[in-house]
């Protein structure tokens, strides 16, 4: 039978997975609504970047004091405070007519992302022992890849069905759900607040090393998922190239996610034979095909066999590098459980907002060099330089991890 303590568990694991799934659901519902309005609008070139680049601007910035303050307060008034952003932006949407409206709005979730990701990643690492850290992020990944799965495909059907406010009544309806769930059924220690307001620990040399691999690994292994989006869209690659209809090329990308959310599972249990580098490696090496295959690609079969390559391969990604950087929140010196516990809380919150700088960072910076690359090389001489690029940064991790043992 399980203990109260291991159902506990299970639940905020499976409320963080909900959570994540809302945030994601909220992003990616808007995205077929807001390409089409960008495009009708007739808006300059930077404005409609920017439009599209608010979010990450916004996000970026905010998940290292995110996470700290994550530390000192606790985890739950910034879970709830990024949830209620993403409800706020969601209602607000369907009232923005302009532009201008639209970046606000757009920035109003990032907000929401910078509060939220470093401190439901935090929660999950210190609610969990080491061992069981990979199957909590694995159950959260799965939460993250179903919302993007079916938040673009749910947008169109819902607009088309019942009309413009539908879409984003149900964006607010899950995420103020989530924000319930997270009241009721999330319980932080009092001695876990007290523990926050002790003296800050900086990170040893070993935690560094894991912390700037995860960052290393998944600046570059994102930028994939950002590619798909700005360059194999609608109005990209696929139609110009392939001659695909929307609904085949969204189809196509939900299945990414789709692979993305299926083997977290068994990529958990690969992890705790192979380790978190090496999975995550093995992810970049697979996004590596993926955009090989693309490059080659003439026909739909083989666009099929590239979304569940780079679905995997983000997987992959996601998983390694978000278990390896929970390792640096564990405090150099903690000898026994009770301190290694008592020193993570200290600054969980303040690592997994530097590993969400690298995230959104890769998340919106590379999908502007590459659509501006782009446009001088063409999309796929694009495709296959960044392939060769992953290959490049899977070596440099490796020989980084090699060298990181033989000093030790």
């Not at 807001?34 to 930077?46: K, R, Y």
């Not at 769930?181 to 307001?197: D, G």
Request: charged share 10%.
């Amino acid at each position: 039978m399980h203990s109260d303590a291991d159902q506990r568990l299970t639940k905020v694991v499976i409320i963080a997975a909900i959570c994540v799934f809302s945030t994601q659901f909220g992003v990616t519902v808007i995205a077929p609504l807001l390409g089409t309005w960008v495009e009708a609008s007739g808006a300059p070139f930077f404005v409609a970047a920017l439009i599209f680049s608010a979010f990450t601007i916004t996000s970026t910035p905010l998940n290292i004091p995110g996470g700290i303050i994550s530390d000192k307060v606790g985890r739950k008034p910034l879970i709830i405070a990024g949830l209620l952003l993403y409800a706020l932006a969601s209602a607000l949407f369907p009232f923005s007519n302009e532009p201008y409206d639209w970046i606000f709005v757009r920035a109003l979730q990032g907000a929401g992302a910078g509060l939220f990701f470093p401190a439901i990643t935090a929660l999950l690492s210190e609610v969990t022992k080491y061992e069981e850290r990979g199957h909590a992020m694995g159950v959260y990944n799965i939460g993250l890849g179903v919302g993007l799965a079916v938040g673009p495909a749910s947008g169109g059907i819902l607009f088309d069905a019942y009309g413009l406010f539908m879409p984003f009544f149900v964006c607010v309806a899950f995420a103020l759900l989530s924000v319930v769930l997270v009241l009721l059924f999330v319980h932080e220690p009092t001695t876990m607040r007290v523990q926050r307001k002790g003296t800050k620990l900086s990170l040893s040399e070993r935690e560094r090393k894991s912390l700037t691999l995860a960052g290393i690994v998944i600046f570059f292994g994102i930028g994939v998922a950002a590619i798909m989006g700005a360059l194999f869209s609608p109005f990209a690659f696929a139609p110009e190239n392939l001659r695909l209809s929307a609904g085949v090329i969204g189809a196509i990308l939900s299945t990414m996610f789709i692979v993305f959310a299926v083997l977290q599972a068994g990529f958990n249990r690969l992890m705790t034979k192979i380790g978190e580098v090496v999975l995550a490696l093995g992810g970049l090496f697979l996004c590596a095909c993926g955009l090989l295959v693309l490059y080659f690609a003439t026909a739909v079969f083989e666009l099929v066999i590239m979304s569940i390559l780079l679905g995997a391969g983000l997987g992959a990604i996601s998983l390694g590098t978000l278990t390896l950087a929970s390792k640096a929140t564990v405090g150099e010196g903690a000898h026994d459980q009770g301190q290694e516990q008592e020193r993570e809380r200290e600054r969980s919150g303040k690592v997994m907002g530097i590993y969400y700088t690298a995230f959104y960072a890769g998340l919106g910076v590379i999908p502007l060099v590459c659509g501006a690359l782009s446009e001088v090389f063409g999309a796929r001489v694009l495709f296959l330089a960044y392939a060769v690029l992953l290959l490049v940064v899977m070596v440099v991790v490796w020989r980084m991890v090699g060298i990181a043992e033989k000093s030790a």
